[in-house]
């Protein structure tokens, strides 16, 4: 039995009936497609996920890829093959490319609720089919040799890589001290090592193209110091002859070994190094321009979206697992019975404290699901407006802002749920190979830290997210939320949520005010080290904001939820919506209410474990 439950159901109510898709179905590049349509593409995959795709997902956790380091070369498990081969068979990854470039143009909240059955099946297989996902940069930004590059990519299949990190820098990418150096027929030599580098190696496809950071030597006004000094350049394992395709000798960029992971392990991340043995590793500047990180940026924005996405996809299969353990797992007796040792055993799902548990999970998992495609709502109106010549100037501030919390709020949140919650359902069974929570928590680790660590996305949040855009986007969102509570929609039987949800937005912005106040008070000479002040908080900001966005979404659903029960269900279905009524009254007074205490703790911050001594730790 597959490991990978999904929820699709869930996924087609908030697309459709809390959001309304329905309204760019049909419409400018997506004209072919309505809802009837969409689901089918949803059904397909959701099959792929639990069937072909998920078939390898313990197996090459036990038996991972293994490296050759006299040939630098990756073997990848056979089961793992054919799990790769059934997702590229399937064409999912052409639901994310413009048709000029052969794909099936669809809006991202599509994209996105199907990328979520794909991560949640088989993270690794998703990630290793970046190839021609990634093709689009070069045919966005590229000149029409880099443009026939990404045909090549995509025609034949291609992998490829984001090359940032360096083993001294770490996330301080601006701090990579990898080079590169003109050559006079238009090329460049990359001389450097990256470390961390996902798909590094691998025998699933002939190639992989790696998009490097390095900084250009020898060229006036470029190259300086910091992430304004890196250019983008585009480094194949194997040359290439760009007109007719055919594979030439082995380039100077080579895996020179693998990492040994806690999780993700049939992902073959490694050290990359550039320039080895004496082979110049020989590549292309990104159109000839020397924009480096704002280039990678696509990738790096499209790559925190997939990870708060897979996150949010494993927690949602773990607690579904977690679910349908506790129905049949029978333990104890019935807690009015406590004290009667006659008393029948009864299923844990009947224990309260299972039940709290079971209801946290879902509550979690749903918010986030509907904060991923409610983020990639916005997208869609950004798509939509690029696609007339235009720009929704608001939509992209939007997306801007909710980026980090999709990846900081949905890796924190899933990764702690998946260990405290659903694992912990299980008892000692859920520690222990025979089911797959234990392989969920391992994998899930690495949301929180690769794009960008958690207090990286705070610090993105706060700094460029609200203080650079000058509350702008943080503006717009708050606004929609307080229409929503001022709405006053489910016939009053929301009331009670609906102040919950004030208060935490209340309390939110004092967290916001607290911050900005400290930033600025930071500027006045003597008082720099207020800056510590902001930084000690902004994780906790991260982390409030995406409760506050995941109570709101759930108490919309809610909304839905209790005009549908009004109307004639099937029991099925009848189930389905007192569920979504129940997990949003959950969340809104479980968790909205810890905002208060985190508003206090934020205006109550002082510099005081800031002037401790390192001794002291």
């Not at 809802?35 to 956790?61: C, G, M, Q, W, Y």
């Not at 049939?266 to 990180?293: K, M, N, R, Y």
């Not at 990870?307 to 927690?315: D, E, F, N, S, Y």
């Not at 109570?551 to 004639?568: M, N």
């Amino acid at each position: 039995m597959s490991h990978y439950r999904s929820n699709l159901r869930d996924t087609v109510f908030t697309l459709f009936e809390v959001l309304g898709r329905e309204e760019v179905l049909g419409t400018g590049p997506w004209e072919d497609l309505d809802r009837e349509s969409v689901e089918a593409i949803l059904d397909e995959l959701d099959h792929l996920a639990r069937t072909k795709l998920s078939d390898s997902f313990a197996s090459s956790d036990r038996q991972p890829p293994v490296f050759d380091p006299d040939t630098h070369t990756v073997t990848v498990p056979e089961a793992f093959k054919r799990s790769y081969r059934a997702l590229l068979d399937s064409g999912a990854w052409q639901l994310e490319l413009p048709a000029d470039l052969g794909g099936q143009p669809s809006p991202p909240s599509l994209q996105w609720a199907a990328n979520e059955l794909l991560l949640g099946a088989n993270p690794a297989a998703f990630l290793y089919a970046a190839g021609p996902k990634m093709a689009q940069v070069l045919w966005r930004e590229g000149t029409e040799r880099d443009r026939k590059l990404a045909q090549l990519m995509v025609e034949r299949e291609w992998a490829a890589t984001m090359v940032l990190t360096e083993p001294e820098a770490g996330s301080d990418v601006g701090a990579g001290r990898t080079k590169a150096y003109p050559q006079a027929d238009g090329t460049w030599h990359v001389e450097g090592v990256k470390r961390f580098i996902t798909s590094a190696e691998h025998d699933l496809t002939e190639n992989i193209v790696h998009l490097v950071l390095a900084r250009p030597v020898g060229v006036e006004g470029k190259g300086g110091p910091g992430t304004k000094g890196l250019s983008l350049f585009l480094v194949p394992k194997f040359h290439v002859d760009l007109e007719t395709g055919e594979l030439g000798e082995r380039n100077g960029a080579v895996t020179t070994g693998l990492e040994h992971k806690m999780g993700i392990k049939a992902s073959a991340t490694g050290e990359v190094t550039f320039g080895a043995q004496g082979t110049p590793a020989v590549g292309w500047l990104l159109g000839d321009v020397h924009d480096g990180i704002a280039q990678m940026f696509h990738i790096i924005e499209y790559a925190r979206m997939m990870v708060g996405t897979k996150a949010i996809a494993t927690l949602s299969s773990g607690y579904l697992n977690a679910l349908a353990y506790a129905k049949e797992r029978v333990q104890g007796p019935d807690l009015t019975r406590a004290a009667d040792k006659t008393a029948p055993r009864t299923t844990i799902v009947n224990h309260p404290d299972v039940r709290r548990s079971l209801m946290t999970q879902k509550a979690g998992v749903e918010g986030m699901r509907a904060l991923v495609l409610f983020t990639a709502s916005v997208q869609d109106r950004v798509a939509l407006a690029a696609s007339e010549g235009r720009v929704d100037d608001e939509a992209v501030r939007l997306n801007d802002l909710l980026l980090p919390v999709v990846k900081g709020y949905g890796s924190e949140r899933s990764w702690v749920l998946l260990g405290t919650e659903s694992l912990q359902t299980f008892g000692g069974s859920g520690y222990v190979e025979d089911h797959p929570l234990e392989q969920y928590v391992r994998d899930a680790k690495i949301d929180t830290l690769y794009e960008g660590t958690t207090a990286i996305q705070g610090q993105d949040l706060f700094f460029r997210k609200i203080v650079r855009d000058r509350g702008r986007a943080l503006g717009d969102l708050s606004a929609q939320v307080q229409g929503w509570i001022d709405g006053g929609g489910g016939n009053g039987r929301l009331k009670e949520e609906r102040e919950l949800l004030q208060t935490a937005l209340t309390d939110t912005a004092g967290i916001v005010e607290a911050m900005i106040g400290n930033a600025m008070g930071s500027q006045v000479p003597g008082q720099e080290r207020d800056i510590y002040l902001v930084g000690l908080n902004t994780t906790r900001l991260l982390m409030a904001l995406g409760d506050v966005v995941c109570g709101w979404l759930l108490l919309r659903g809610a909304e839905v939820a209790l005009a549908r029960l009004g109307e004639d269900q099937p029991a099925g279905e009848q189930a389905f919506y007192e569920g979504k009524v129940a997990a949003a009254r959950w969340f809104a007074r479980t968790v909205l209410p810890r905002l208060t205490a985190e508003r206090v703790a934020a205006e109550q911050t002082d510099l005081s474990v800031m002037d401790l001594p390192e001794a002291a730790f």
